[in-house]
C-alpha cells in the first residue's frame, strides 16, 4: 500500500565520531546502518533510525572530517523536526542544557510546542511535542528514559523563493494538501501519515542561495511503496511538470531517483523496500560494517582508510 510523506533525509557532517555520539548518545537515535558512501567509499555513510528503521524515521549523514561548514540559503531544507511525547519537551530542555546542546526556548509554532536546537556541525534540528505518541514504540539508547524517546520525523522545512511551484509538486506528485499557514511558513500534510507526514514552506526572498557544508541537509527523500509506485511519481513529475528524474539508482536498503524541484532543493524519490534487514538480521542492525557488493572485495582497504568510530 502506498503511504506518502518523508522517507529520509541525508545531511553533511564533520567527524563521523562526533556525529555518532551526538545522534546515538546525545539524541538517543537507533544507527541502522554502517555504511560507506557508494560514490566516494572512502569515506562513512552513517544511517539513524527509530527501533524497525522505518521509513519516515531515517537521518543519514556523509562525515567528511575536514568538511567546511555550510552556511544556510535560499533553496534548501531549513530544519528537520522530530516527534516526542507532548510532555517531553521539559526533559529535552534539561538534557539540552546538561549535555551544552545550543537551543532555543521553547516555542508555539502551528499550536504545537517546538525545541530548536543544533548539532555540533551546526545543523538546525527541533523536536516538537505530539500528544499521543507516548503510546508508540520507541528506541532507548544514551541512558534516554523510554518514555522520552524520539518517533521519527515531525516535519522539514524548505526555504524558498516562492512557495508556489515547490507546491505543485508537492500536492501532485507526493499526496501532500496545505493545512495552515503562519507569518511566512505554509504547512503542507500527507493526510493519515503520522512519521514524517509534514512539510513546512518558509517563504524568504533576500536571502542569499545556500552553500552546501557540514550542517547542510544534503537532500530529501520521498516515499514510494515500490518501484511502480516511483514510476508513476516519475510520469507525473514528467507530464505534468515538465521535470526529468535520474536514471533509478540501487541503493541497497532502497531504490531512488533524484531531481531537484523548482526551489533548488534536492528532492529523491526512495522504494520502501527492500529496507534496512535486507542485510542484517533487524536486531543487529548498525553493528557491522555492511558494503555493498561491488565493494565486497576491496573491505580490507576500506576498512583501513575509514576512521574508528570509538
Ligand atoms: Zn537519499
Known amino acids: 500500500m502506498q503511504i506518502n510523506g518523508l522517507h529520509h533525509v541525508t545531511a553533511i557532517s564533520g567527524p563521523a565520531r562526533r556525529n555518532l555520539d551526538f545522534y546515538g548518545r546525545v539524541l538517543g537515535l537507533r544507527l541502522v546502518k554502517k555504511t560507506v558512501n557508494f560514490d566516494d567509499p572512502g569515506t562513512y555513510h552513517l544511517y539513524y533510525g527509530d527501533a524497525d528503521a522505518a521509513p519516515g524515521s531515517i537521518l543519514t549523514f556523509f562525515p567528511w572530517d575536514h568538511a567546511a561548514p555550510g552556511r544556510l540559503g535560499v533553496g534548501e531544507t531549513q530544519e528537520t523536526v522530530f516527534r516526542v511525547p507532548e510532555g517531553s519537551i521539559g526533559y529535552w530542555t534539561h538534557r539540552f542544557v546538561e549535555q551544552g546542546v545550543p537551543h532555543e526556548a521553547p516555542a508555539k509554532r502551528f499550536g504545537e510546542s517546538v525545541l530548536s536546537f543544533r548539532d555540533p556541525d551546526g545543523m538546525r534540528l527541533a523536536l516538537v511535542g505530539v500528544p499521543g505518541v507516548e503510546k508508540e514504540p520507541s528506541w532507548s539508547e544514551g541512558g534516554i528514559p523510554a518514555e522520552h524517546a524520539i518517533r521519527g520525523f515531525h516535519s522539514v522545512s524548505l526555504l524558498i523563493a516562492d512557495a508556489a511551484p515547490t507546491a505543485a509538486i508537492l500536492t501532485d506528485v507526493f499526496g501532500f494538501a496545505e493545512v495552515a499557514r503562519e507569518e511566512t511558513l505554509i504547512r503542507y500534510a500527507v493526510q493519515g501519515t503520522e512519521v514524517g507526514g509534514i512539510v513546512d514552506l518558509r517563504v524568504a ?40 528524474t535520474t536514471e533509478q539508482r540501487d541503493r541497497n536498503y532502497f531504490r531512488s531517483v533524484y531531481f531537484r524541484e523548482p526551489g533548488h532543493v534536492l528532492f529523491e524519490i526512495a522504494t520502501d523496500i527492500p529496507g534496512f534487514a535486507v542485510d542484517e538480521p533487524a536486531a543487529e542492525l548498525g553493528r557491522a560494517l555492511k558494503l555493498p557488493p561491488q565493494y565486497e572485495a576491496h573491505r580490507k582497504e576500506i576498512e583501513a582508510v575509514l576512521p574508528a568510530l570509538d
Not at 542561495?209 to 510520469?235: N, T
Request: proline share 2%.
Open 205 to 244: 526572498g533576500g536571502f542569499l542561495p545556500a552553500r552546501q557544508g557540514a550542517g547542510s541537509v544534503h537532500h530529501i527523500a520521498f516515499r514510494a511503496a515500490d518501484d511502480a509506485a516511483q514510476e508513476e511519481m516519475v510520469r507525473r513529475l514528467r507530464e505534468n511538470h515538465g521535470i526529468r
